[in-house]
């Protein structure tokens, strides 16, 4: 199993910029993929982006191509969310996940973090 934490969330006005974290440990080796997600009030959940450990690969959402940009610190088993201009459809709680697959589906993840509020005011 893979402990994640999340951090970094806030309140920001549209335009602006926030960097979220997510801090893994335990059975970190047994991942290949981290995902991050998010969930509006009153919507399923939905994928956002997805980075590899292994390779670096990245890919997104198109919602979000080109404003959000995933990075991971091997070292650090870390994995960072880059939000610029930031809309006020970006509201959401965002959560990552860990898992062996590098999906866009949030069921091929087995471990989840406790989630991070966002809200972008207009």
């Known amino acids: 199993q893979v402990q994640l934490v999340e951090s970094g969330g806030g309140l920001v006005q549209a335009g602006g910029s926030l960097r979220l974290s997510c801090a893994a440990s335990g059975r970190t080796f047994d991942t290949n993929a981290v995902g991050w997600f998010r969930q509006a009030p009153g919507k399923e959940r939905e994928f956002v982006a997805r980075i590899s450990w292994s390779s670096g690969y990245r890919d997104y959402a198109d919602s979000v191509k080109g404003r959000f940009t995933c990075s991971r610190d091997n070292g650090k088993n870390a994995v960072y969310l880059q939000m610029n201009n930031l809309k006020p459809e970006d509201t959401a709680v965002y959560f990552c996940?860990?898992?062996?697959?590098?999906?866009?589906?949030?069921?091929?993840?087995?471990?989840w973090g406790q989630g991070t509020q966002v809200t972008v005011s207009s």
């Open positions: 996940a860990a898992g062996r697959l590098l999906s866009v589906n949030a069921r091929d993840y087995n471990d």
